[in-house]
């Protein structure tokens, strides 16, 4: 029996009027998904509970049969554990997004936030523009001087860490969730210790807006990254371990660091393939034959597909359907023919694991719609897979039960 975890990212949403009052689940053509669900179980989920955040960072703890309740401590810690990075006693670490704020002679308070990926930059541009801001003396003395250490990454998602921290009572701000708001109210806030990272984020406005990097992504059409953003802290964590409480080892394909990182925590195997960029132009093949080969390896793989989450936070709403349809027709219905030819039985769950919504580009807590599928069964139970027919099935009120009914561990499907 293999065992398959399909997340796509972000893919769930409401009803949006340009789509004639349907979601981009419902818009999209996805034969194979639709089919699963017909023949499997539809229902309804919380993955992000009150009060935390709602974002990868708790549903994705969720998925993974981890009670965000319980564990979630932050999300950039995850992402340093995929990193190799070692968290010391009293650090705390951070996402350090690059940013495109608005230009203009204006204060970053009055800056509007228009990107969160600085237009979803590319590796080496990542590089080269926190090679830039690492080597300005004024940027990397005040670095020091807030015991913070950047460590370089070639994409949008850097990462902080900083030692004999402190981060009680700050809070911080994810960009994505404030897309075309001015940045004043969502700097670091709450006491004297935020100061710093605020005062980081305008002097890294001031030292890139008109580096010669940013200006050369001007020239050529391209947003700009001149501004950092700190969001996401977070202490160390340990997760339990995944072997001993599902009898299962597995594997986790992702382009996200997140994932990766609770694939690192949990015991999993963390798979890094070549062209993933987290994005609509990622390497779906790559990413197919990684799963496939995975699962020779072992009984469980989690797929995880970043693209319709990033489509959505970029405003581009054909390009979410795109990745929800690619979703289907370039992941899905091929691993599921490759399993059939090799006659193996197989359950998948399948789901998003928070709702991004078109209206905001921001994410949403509410339940989103999940599918349990056994090659062994026929429920007949009819429908698609979509926001409308979750609701109609078992609703969940936290996704950390998912994995025992993926492993059958459970009577309720």
Known sequence: MKYLLII????????????????????????????????????????????????SETAILSIFGCDPRRYFTGRSPMEAAASGIAMRPGDAAFRCNLVTLEDGDLPLEERKILSHSAGSIDGPSALETVDALLSDPEFSRALAEARITIHPFPAFRQLAVQHESDISGIAFYPPHD?????????????????KIFADLMRLANRVLDHHPVTEKRRQAGKLPANGV???AQGTAVELPGFQEQYGHTGAVVSAVPLCH??????????????????????????????TWRKLQEYDFVCLHLEA????????????????IEWLDSRLVKPLLER???????????????????????????????????????????????????????????????????????????
């Open 8 to 55: 796509g990212d972000g893919m769930a949403d409401n009803p949006v009027p340009q789509l004639g009052g349907k979601t981009p689940l419902q818009a999209a053509h996805i034969p194979t998904i639709d089919y699963l669900a017909a023949h499997g179980t539809v229902g309804s989920v919380v993955n992000c509970p009150e009060p935390l955040p709602p974002g």
């Open 308 to 323: 319709p989450d990033e489509c959505t936070h970029n405003g581009d709403l054909p390009g979410k359907i795109q990745a």
């Open 339 to 413: 399993l059939a030819a090799a006659g193996e039985d197989y359950r998948v769950l399948l789901l998003s694991d928070h709702k991004t919504l078109t209206a905001t580009r921001g994410h949403d807590g509410d339940p989103v719609p999940y599918l349990i599928y056994d090659s062994r069964t026929d429920t007949r139970r009819g429908g698609a897979y979509d926001e409308e027919n979750g609701e109609t099935g078992p609703h969940l009120a936290c996704g950390d039960c998912l994995l025992d009914m993926l492993f059958a561990q459970t009577e309720r499907q």
């Open 229 to 231: 953003w700190f969001w």
């Open 178 to 194: 404030h897309l075309g708001e001015k940045a004043g109210a969502y700097l670091p806030a709450g006491n004297d210790r935020a």
């Open 261 to 290: 990182g609770i694939a690192v925590l949990r015991g999993l195997e963390m798979v890094e393939v070549e062209g993933a960029t987290g994005e609509l132009d990622t390497n779906f093949e790559g990413k197919l034959e990684a």
